[in-house]
């Protein structure tokens, strides 16, 4: 049973334009978000995160707005810079402990 | 600043050998994990640890061991090698167990099991 779903696996932007990407979630236990953005060859890094006591969090050009009653999250990236082109992961946890619940992931590519 | 450091990068196996994945971080972070990735398909917890000395089941832990006797060093090892256990393994630490302590991964050793 996947609980962290994210249905798209790609996704193709130009630069400078929006670039969302969407998770939902099954659980509603669920009480922390994180995404997490991966180039080939290397491991994962942290991007941005979100309480759930909180609807929408900000960094620079990324944001993160989470929907509990939809449970629904997105990540939007505002100018996309082809420098973001990679695999983004949406991650949740319980509790706020650490055990993470990772998506399939989706790839973003951003061409010029 | 080398971060988490995993080795070997890469590795073949023939089915039934044992190996060990090593992972070591040098951010005195008290919480290490291992993740195995398989293709199309996001990171799976295999197992965790919140100190030296003491480590848990994560949510995929069969036909794995692990062991933390240092604050640094948290291997995972693989006694009888099974094809299902092709993937690229990802170990990971962080300060502490709260989610908004992020977590730090290593590069990842990918291994094939022929």
């Known amino acids: 049973d996947q609980q962290v779903k994210q249905n798209s696996p790609s996704l193709s932007v130009q630069e400078g334009r929006i670039s969302i990407l969407n998770c939902d979630y099954t659980?509603?236990?669920?009480?922390?978000f994180l995404w997490y953005k991966k180039y080939p060859a290397e491991g994962p890094t942290f991007l941005i995160s979100?309480?759930?006591?909180?609807d929408k969090n900000e960094d620079g050009r990324f944001t993160v707005f989470l929907n509990k009653s939809a449970k629904h999250l997105s990540l939007h990236i505002v100018p996309s810079q082809p420098g973001d082109s990679a695999v983004y992961f949406c991650a949740a946890s319980v509790a706020g402990f650490q055990k993470l619940v990772f998506g399939t992931g989706t790839r973003l590519l951003v061409s010029p | 600043n080398a971060g988490v450091t995993q080795t070997p990068k890469f590795r073949i196996l023939k089915i039934g050998q044992s190996m060990t994945l090593q992972c070591t971080q040098d951010?005195?972070?008290?919480?290490m994990y291992w993740y195995r990735q398989d293709p199309g398909m996001g990171l799976k917890l295999i197992y965790y640890?919140?100190?030296?000395?003491?480590?848990d089941k994560g949510e995929v832990p069969n036909g794995y061991n692990v062991s933390r006797s240092t604050t640094e060093d948290f291997p995972l090892r693989l006694e009888l090698a099974a094809p299902s256990q092709t993937s690229v393994y990802f170990c990971?630490?962080?300060?502490?167990?709260?989610?908004?302590?992020?977590?730090?991964f290593g590069d990842g050793t990918r291994l094939s099991i022929l």
């Open positions: 990971a630490s962080s300060i502490g167990g709260r989610s908004n302590q992020p977590q730090h």
């Open positions: 979100i309480s759930s006591i909180k």
């Open positions: 640890s919140v100190g030296a000395g003491i480590t």
């Open positions: 659980n509603s236990m669920f009480d922390y």
């Open positions: 951010m005195n972070h008290n919480y």
